[in-house]
């Protein structure tokens, strides 16, 4: 399982590419995965009133709910999961990619979302491979509106 990383600031437009990369990949045939840092503080939002939600909250430390071929699953961990342990779960799954949006310290290859010159030390991160921007006057950064050629972009990463 290849894994390329997805960082940068607020609204740079990471989910952005996020998506098109795994609509694009998926319809070549590829099994992509994905995870999102959530990293806006306080615990992601579960589906207020479900069953498995209520489990949940009722003190289970993991509750799944499946049917119709989709199976959604929520683990506590009192110390927080780490990104190795995280990945670890993703290995088990027959994935070609994994997508990590977010985590931008993590040493995986990766590209950056600018959404301006403002953020060019996110170019000082580690293995960085591309820079992408929802400006499409930014300098030296692949305008993420130019859905061909960050498609071919993601392209060319999978045949390395």
């Known amino acids: 399982m290849k894994i390329l990383q997805i960082a940068g600031c607020k609204d740079s437009g990471k989910t952005t590419l996020v998506e098109l990369w795994s609509r694009v ?3 070549k045939g590829y099994r992509v995965g994905t995870l999102k840092h959530h990293g806006h503080g306080g615990r992601p939002t579960l589906s207020a009133g479900k069953d498995s939600t ?8 993991a509750a799944g709910v499946d049917g119709d071929g989709l199976f959604v699953f929520a683990v506590h961990s009192e110390k927080g999961w780490g990104l190795e342990a995280l990945i670890g779960w993703y290995k088990a799954l027959p994935l070609d990619l994994l997508l990590i949006e977010g985590y931008k310290q993590a040493p995986y290859p990766k590209t950056v979302c600018l959404r301006g010159e403002e953020d060019a030390d996110l170019l000082g991160l580690s293995n960085v491979l591309a820079a992408f921007s929802l400006n499409p006057e930014l300098t030296g950064c692949m305008p993420i509106q130019d859905r061909k050629r ?3 972009w993601i392209e060319a990463f999978m045949k390395r």
């Open 54 to 61: 209520r489990h949940f909250e009722a003190g289970a430390q």
């Open 25 to 27: 990949l998926a319809e």
């Open 150 to 152: 960050c498609t071919e």
